[in-house]
């Protein structure tokens, strides 16, 4: 933190009719020198890898003088402003004063976008605050953040530190930690506790159903079993933002996270620890993704995609380690954690994408792939969270058999720490190959090729083995179809065909509306159960509904398929597989 807290940029935030989803915005530039005053708002946020446009939030823009002169100003693309000072600056000073308004439209509950209602404002920063594109040095200028006219009882929560002496003002250092600080502004619960003598808050928006005191407890766990792994915690003071509202997500910060989960999810055990494994993943975060960050997201291009392969390991070896964290923090057994990877690994193995697109392909195409789920994405998609926990987890095994246990993911991670994190210079994919080859003792590039670049089955078994550990399926108990339809849909509406199924093959698509097999009603709830009184083989007749088209269509079942896969424990397992199970997951 500086001395002096002034700063040439200055924004004002109020929300005078919350009712309205607003929110009012000004900011202030003092000793405006040039002719031409560029502004943009991003269009995506770090750490959700979309445009968003949020851009089509923003109304009422306009620029003035210290006057009160208004200035001229046009638009140049979607998200950027040109503001003229010229006819001002050749007529009258040299410096200017420059004061923007404009108003931001927030009314979608998630973490990555703004929400503002009758009891708080959300604001997330990519969403709302515009940066000085030229000259491009602005955005490492401080920015302070007013928050003015708060309503009676409404507090702010952020990461970003008070200015001294100045009520509800913040600093942020530079542009990127403005956009990496959401503020929660209004009614809100806190709940303050110290890991590692550091200050952490839970700062909780809406009623909800959880016991405070177990969360905290087992939030302070598990930041202390990752910072265990780390050597410390690398910030000052840290907040867990939680949204108890209808819904599920969570967005990593430097300093802090927002988290969105069902309201009344609290209270059962199952789902209880579901919310855990959200808070490990996006904590570990804090090291993983925001300091240890990919080269292309080094430095962060807000105006467009910014592309890189390696969000395997940002997000799928996190994804592994929300698991194995909670299980060190003795939240839970490793029976549970064994139940939760063989719930990942009957998602993965259903999915049919996984045979069309590469786990580095995922990551790369995230922005148009990923967070754009449509009917076909089972088809030509896999997730870099799922395949990329899974590919995690074999290193994971792998490094540790090879070297007998005295190496593992561990400390790759802690490597990567030491040489990309702590300074936050960007790795290059093959720097992280090579961590990891140096770490295993050996070359690994057939595995890249197969796992990472190609679509190869992984070989689960393989890996496992050391470890007195098999993969074991077992089938549906119904004829193959491939079709699933929307559960809650009133009439049965077709929601995903699998590629080359039988579905498929006699015509049916998503979207279709099926009433009847061999002209008797089928719903959505005894679809399933009908096609168990059919065998392999048997043609049926599916009536539906197609664009409106009335259409019977026969369609010949198959074999059932493989729709539930587990990681057991093998009977008689070597000593050296119980050693090795032991040293992994603390049985
Ligand atoms: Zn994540």
């Not at 210290?66 to 050749?90: A, F, M, P, V, Y």
């Not at 004063?97 to 931001?104: E, Q």
């Not at 290059?428 to 990472?452: P, R, T």
């Amino acid at each position: 933190m500086p001395d002096n807290f002034d700063s040439q940029l200055t924004y004002r935030l109020s929300i005078p009719e919350p009712e309205n989803h607003l929110l009012e915005v000004e900011l202030a530039i003092a000793n405006w020198q040039n002719d031409i005053l560029n502004l943009k708002l991003p269009v995506w946020t770090p750490g959700s890898y979309l445009v968003r446009e949020y851009a089509k939030n923003l109304q009422d823009f306009i620029a003035i003088d210290e006057l009160g002169n208004l200035l001229e100003w046009q638009k140049i693309s979607k998200n950027h402003w040109q503001i003229n000072c010229q006819d001002r600056l050749t007529n009258q000073e040299s410096i200017l004063g420059i004061t923007i308004r404009y108003r931001i439209f927030g009314n979608e509950l998630t973490v990555r976008t703004s929400h503002i209602d009758s009891t708080h404002a959300f604001l997330t920063g990519a969403s709302v605050f515009m940066y000085v594109a030229e000259p491009h040095q602005l955005r490492q200028q401080p920015y302070t953040v007013e928050i003015v006219n708060l309503k009676e009882n409404w507090q702010v929560g952020t990461a970003l530190p008070t200015v001294p002496n100045r009520s509800n003002t913040f600093y942020a250092k530079d542009f990127d930690t403005l956009v990496d600080s959401p503020l929660e502004i209004g009614l809100q619960e806190r709940y303050e506790f110290d890991v590692l003598d550091k200050k952490h808050r839970f700062i909780v928006w809406g009623q909800h159903n959880a016991d405070m005191e177990r969360m905290v407890r087992d939030t302070s766990a598990i930041v202390a079993v990752e910072s265990e792994m780390f050597g410390g915690l690398p910030y000052d003071r840290y907040d867990f933002i939680l949204h108890a509202g209808n819904g599920y997500g969570g967005l990593e910060h430097k300093d802090c996270t927002v988290l969105l989960y069902n309201r009344l999810g609290f209270r059962k055990e199952e789902s209880y620890l579901q919310f855990m494994n959200l808070v490990a993943h996006e904590f570990f975060h804090t090291w993983n993704v925001k300091r240890i960050r990919p080269k292309a997201l080094e430095k962060f291009d807000y105006d467009q995609e910014n592309y890189t392969g390696s969000l395997w390991f940002s997000e799928g070896t996190t994804s592994y380690y929300d698991q194995i964290f909670p299980l060190r923090a003795k939240l839970y057994n490793a029976k549970h954690y064994l139940k939760l990877v063989s719930k990942g690994l009957t998602r993965l193995q259903t999915t049919f994408g996984r045979n069309v697109q590469s786990l580095h392909e995922s990551s790369f195409d995230t922005w148009i792939k990923l967070y754009r789920p449509d009917a076909n994405t089972h088809n030509n998609q896999i997730s870099y969270y799922l395949k990329g926990e899974m590919v995690s987890m074999l290193l994971d095994l792998l490094i540790r058999h090879k070297t007998n246990n005295l190496r593992s993911l561990d400390r790759v991670m802690q490597i990567m720490w030491e040489r990309f994190g702590k300074d936050e210079t960007g790795f290059e994919e093959a720097e992280l190959h090579q961590v990891i080859e140096n770490v295993a003792g050996m070359d690994l590039s057939n595995f890249w090729k197969d796992y990472l670049y190609g679509t190869k089955e992984l070989d689960y078994n393989y890996y496992l083995e050391p470890f007195g550990l098999e993969l074991r399926n077992s089938r549906q108990d119904f004829p193959f179809i491939g079709m699933t339809l929307k559960a809650k849909s009133a009439i049965a509406e077709v929601e995903k065909v699998e590629i080359g199924s039988p579905a498929q093959k006699a015509g049916i698509s998503s979207g279709d509306l099926v009433l009847a097999i061999n002209e008797i009603r089928v719903t959505a709830e005894n679809f399933n159960d009908r096609l168990r009184d059919f065998s392999a083989h048997e043609a049926i007749a599916v009536t539906i509904f197609q664009q409106d088209l009335l259409k019977t269509v026969k369609v010949t079942l198959q074999e059932p398929i493989a729709s539930h896969f587990e990681l057991a424990q093998i009977t008689n397992a070597s000593p050296n597989q119980e050693i090795n199970l032991q040293m992994w997951l603390n049985i």
